[in-house]
């Protein structure tokens, strides 16, 4: 079982690296749609003079290049972790072991 300062320090690794992975995957969406479409990136959507099309397709790009940078980003930290730990991060051990 894992202790409290080692839950606090998952906490922190965990969410720094949450943060950092979404953050980075936002400003790589933002630069491939400046390659892509030629000009800047709206700010909003949902503004009236942004087609649906658009905000559609930016809307589901955006929160998959993020969902999947902060998954990547938690998984590294996790194997970092491990690796400075030799266990896994706190509350990881029952999702491993249900998968029995």
């Given at each position: 079982m894992a202790g409290p300062v080692s839950k606090v320090g998952w906490k922190i690794v965990g969410g720094a690296a949450t943060a950092a992975g979404g953050a980075a995957a936002?400003?790589?969406v933002d630069l491939a749609y400046r390659?892509?479409?030629?000009?800047?990136?709206?700010?909003?959507?949902?503004?009236?003079?942004t087609t649906w099309r658009e905000a559609m397709v930016w809307a589901l790009v955006t929160a998959i290049a993020v969902t999947v940078g902060r998954l990547?980003?938690?998984r590294l930290a996790a194997t970092g972790w491990v690796r400075a730990t030799?266990?896994?991060?706190?509350g990881m051990e029952a999702?491993?072991?249900s998968l029995d």
């Amino acid at each position: 079982m894992a202790g409290p300062v080692s839950k606090v320090g998952w906490k922190i690794v965990g969410g720094a690296a949450t943060a950092a992975g979404g953050a980075a995957a936002s400003r790589t969406v933002d630069l491939a749609y400046r390659k892509v479409r030629g000009g800047e990136p709206r700010l909003d959507p949902a503004h009236p003079d942004t087609t649906w099309r658009e905000a559609m397709v930016w809307a589901l790009v955006t929160a998959i290049a993020v969902t999947v940078g902060r998954l990547a980003a938690e998984r590294l930290a996790a194997t970092g972790w491990v690796r400075a730990t030799g266990a896994l991060p706190p509350g990881m051990e029952a999702a491993a072991e249900s998968l029995d």
